[in-house]
């Protein structure tokens, strides 16, 4: 079992940045891929940032250049780190983790809010 809880979201104004963190605890995320995800009212769920390594992350065009994924296997912790945040970024964030071997994400955090305003 893998826990998750994120941290910093919170009221932005438009063009300001966020950054999120995502502490793990009972198992190591060396051995997940890790996922932010995001959903707004009223819409489906969306992936916004995907770190399967340290180095091969992947992002959708809508934050693509303005969001940025890392992972601190050391700490156990998961960042995203949001510039240049639009109207359009507010939502509820979640964190996600899964096993290399299967393709569905097992383990969710709580979520945390993100509200940018204009």
């Known amino acids: 079992q893998v826990q998750l809880v994120e941290s910093g979201g919170g009221l932005v104004q438009v063009g300001g940045s966020l950054r999120l963190s995502c502490a793990a605890s009972g198992r190591t995320i060396n051995n997940y891929a890790m996922g932010w995800f995001r959903q707004a009212p009223g819409k489906e769920r969306e992936r916004v940032a995907i770190?399967?390594?340290?180095?091969?992350?992947y992002y959708p065009d809508s934050v693509r250049g303005r969001f940025t994924i890392s992972r601190d296997n050391a700490k156990n912790t998961v960042y995203l780190q949001m510039n240049s945040l639009k109207s359009e970024d507010t939502a509820v964030y979640y964190c996600?983790?899964?096993?290399?071997?299967?393709?569905?994400?097992?383990?969710w955090g709580q979520g945390t809010q993100v509200t940018v305003s204009s």
């Open positions: 996600a983790a899964r096993r290399w071997s299967v393709s569905e994400y097992e383990y």
């Open positions: 770190a399967t390594s340290s180095i091969t992350t």
